[in-house]
């Protein structure tokens, strides 16, 4: 199982910033690309940033590049999201995932993630 474990709450002003956490089996971490995807109220779910097993790449979503960023720590099996200048339009609820792959190469359909966290909300007021 993917265990998400919250931290900073989920709850903050228009340009604050927030770190997401995803802790899983060393097992499963280290043979498998990390992603972050989200969903917002009436909408699909949507990739938002993933890195690969060894955390030599990494890939975000237009919408979040150069204001999230996300790194592994394979001492620890932890996988972080961090998120700075939210805006309201980042509002949804936060899924980890872990796509069994040792390729370098990210994939962003969220139907090949074998494994999911339970989801956290992310709630930015303006």
């Known amino acids: 199982q993917v265990q998400l474990v919250k931290s900073g709450g989920g709850l903050v002003q228009a340009g604050g910033s927030l770190r997401l956490s995803c802790a899983t089996s060393e097992r499963i971490f280290s043979n498998s690309c990390m992603g972050w995807f989200r969903q917002a109220p009436g909408k699909e779910r949507e990739f938002v940033a993933a890195v690969t097993w060894d955390g030599g790449s990494t890939l975000y979503a237009d919408s979040v590049k150069g204001r999230f960023a996300i790194s592994r720590d394979n001492a620890k099996n932890t996988a972080y999201l961090y998120m700075n200048s939210l805006q309201p339009e980042d509002t949804a609820v936060y899924y980890c995932?872990?796509?069994?792959?040792?390729?370098?190469?990210?994939?962003?359909?969220?139907?090949?993630?074998?494994?999911w966290g339970r989801g956290t909300q992310v709630t930015v007021s303006s």
């Open positions: 995932a872990a796509d069994w792959s040792i390729s370098n190469r990210i994939r962003t359909i969220m139907e090949v993630y074998e494994y």
